[in-house]
């Protein structure tokens, strides 16, 4: 191979209050290749990233590009230098359109005037490419998390790049729009444009990867070919042993129902109908769109229910706000942990033991040893990296932070659980722990509806499955007929 390095990075050194993110990374990236970045929460990936893109500073070490080293890069430059990066947190502005968004910045202006029907006409041109249909005008702040991630790539693909870092790029999109991805990066790699490439899921590593590169606490680990390496072999160099994957086995099986629910209709869906009982994991399928967070924000009290009825321990309930979904027993664990899961500037502990504080307090007297013991549990059983419990969440790694919103709903004890994609952004040790968890707190009789867009984790975790297409459920699969094919043949509306 005739390689050209285009970035090279010599001896990276960052550090937080606490943490050093980064200690002496060096690491090449080749023109035109595919290089992916592995690594456990809060390894140091998206530090390193933004060290390039100049986000953030860094303590010591070089960056080497464009014929020039840099002890520091700024925004302006990296940009200047052809380098776009997709953020894992959204750094879209809501309150503008998608094509606003995209070519924010750029000068697509008619004399003084911003030429928005060119603009339009360009978005257009992108979201086709994606095959997907989102209005150039739609306000970003009213699109869905996956809409949101393809205006952020279309976003740094209209540019002229030469050096694309897409952080978790895969993370809030669906089977489909992933292949779509895939596409692009292999015309942008055909063009020569070298791609760093963040993701926790190994299978689109081997799928798009001519390289990988592995951090460990913030250290530099390895390098491979990826055709010369295999899952085994890159969990042991990101974990630092041996880990065994697998879907834990259940010691009881499900008891008698704990909610039902009755051709409930409202926030776009309709006519749902089904059951899910004291100790059953109810795996809930679709594409991005399907309704099935439309129907757990129904289900939580926070978008109203227009007609239908819902059941719980025989019982039929009315839930008009998330107050009462909570004195009916219901949690959820959120899909957007940026926007309704967590109190960013708080710190860490006070986010977990938030919504038990009352469970904690005696005449109103939070007691804080339980406080401490309760936080400490869960960081330590999910393994929540942070120097401490006051640390603010939003000085947390992305995946961190999930752990963070998850530890908060166990916290809780809710006995109908509802999980908006549990493991979203979460490295592969943490997720072994998170399915053991889930499997005990079903054997200890919990219901529990998992809304998931990993395949292996619907057909690996759930008892049964019900698949949602277009707001309307259109099948419910037993274990003996699980397999992929089937639920998304039902997902895209087959059968
Ligand atoms: N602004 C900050 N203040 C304090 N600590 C920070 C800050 N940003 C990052 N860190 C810490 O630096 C370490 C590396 O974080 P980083 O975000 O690079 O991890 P990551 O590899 O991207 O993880 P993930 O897979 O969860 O996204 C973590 O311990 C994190 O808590
Ligand atoms: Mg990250």
Redesign the pocket.
């Known amino acids: 191979m005739n390689a050209k390095v285009v970035l090279s990075l010599e001896n990276i050194t960052k550090r ?2 606490g ?1 050093l ?1 980064l200690n002496k990374v060096s690491l090449d990236f080749i023109e035109g290749e595919v290089h992916a970045l592995l ?1 456990e ?7 390193l990233i933004k060290a390039v893109a100049g986000a953030i500073s860094i303590d010591s070490g070089f960056i080497h590009i464009g014929g020039q080293s840099y002890q520091q890069m700024t925004p302006q430059l990296s940009r200047g230098m052809g380098i776009e990066v997709i953020y ?1 947190e959204f750094n879209l502005i809501p309150t503008m359109s998608a094509a606003e968004n995209i070519f924010l910045g750029d000068k697509v202006s008619n004399k003084r005037f911003v030429d928005y029907g060119t603009m339009r006409k360009k978005t257009r041109e992108i979201f086709e490419l994606f095959k997907v249909d989102i209005n150039p005008n739609a306000l970003v702040g009213e699109l869905s998390p996956a809409q949101k991630q393809i205006v952020e790539i279309a976003k740094a693909v209209s540019k002229k790049v030469k050096l694309l870092i897409m952080d978790e790029p895969s993370a809030p999109l669906s089977i489909s729009e992933v292949e779509r991805m895939f596409e692009i990066i292999k015309q942008l790699k055909e063009k020569g444009v070298t791609i760093i490439y963040i993701s ?1 899921r190994l299978e689109e590593v081997f799928r798009i990867s001519d390289r990988v590169s592995v951090l460990r606490d913030g250290e530099y680990v390895d390098t491979k070919l990826t055709a010369n390496t295999n899952r085994k072999e890159l969990i042991s160099l990101m974990v630092g042993r041996e880990l065994k994957e697998t879907y834990p086995s259940r010691l009881n099986p499900p008891g008698s129902i704990a909610l039902e629910v009755k051709n409930l209709t409202g926030n776009g869906d309709r006519d749902i109908s089904f059951s899910v009982c004291k100790g059953e994991i109810l795996g809930i399928s679709g594409l991005v769109g399907a309704g099935r967070t439309e129907l757990a924000m129904m289900l939580i009290g926070a978008a109203p229910i227009e007609r239908g009825e819902i059941w719980i321990g025989g019982r039929q309930v009315k839930i008009r706000s998330p107050k009462e979904a909570i004195q009916n027993g219901i949690g959820l664990l959120t899909e957007d942990r940026k926007n309704k899961g967590l109190f960013l500037e708080l710190g860490v502990g006070w986010n977990i033991s938030f919504p038990i504080v009352r469970k904690l307090s005696n005449y109103g007297i939070v007691d804080q040893k339980s406080e401490k013991d309760i936080t400490e549990h869960y960081r330590e059983r999910i393994n929540i ?2 120097p401490n419990m006051e640390q603010l969440v939003i ?6 932070q999930q752990k963070v919103v998850l530890a908060k709903s166990l916290a809780a004890e809710s006995e109908i659980l509802i999980f908006d994609e549990p493991t979203r ?1 979460i ?1 592969v040790g943490a997720k072994q722990e998170i399915y053991q968890l889930m499997c005990e707190l079903a054997d200890n009789g919990n219901a529990i509806l998992m809304i998931t867009s990993d395949m292996e984790e619907l057909l690996g975790m759930s008892d049964r499955i019900i698949v949602l297409s277009e707001g309307k459920l259109v099948g419910e699969v037993q274990k003996e007929q699980f397999s992929q094919n089937y639920i998304l043949d039902l997902a895209s509306g087959i059968h």
Do not use: E, R
């Open positions: 937080y209050p943490v993110a690594g929460n809060g390894a140091g990936k998206s530090t894992q926790h990296k942070t000085n947390l790694s992305g995946g961190n952004g490295d």
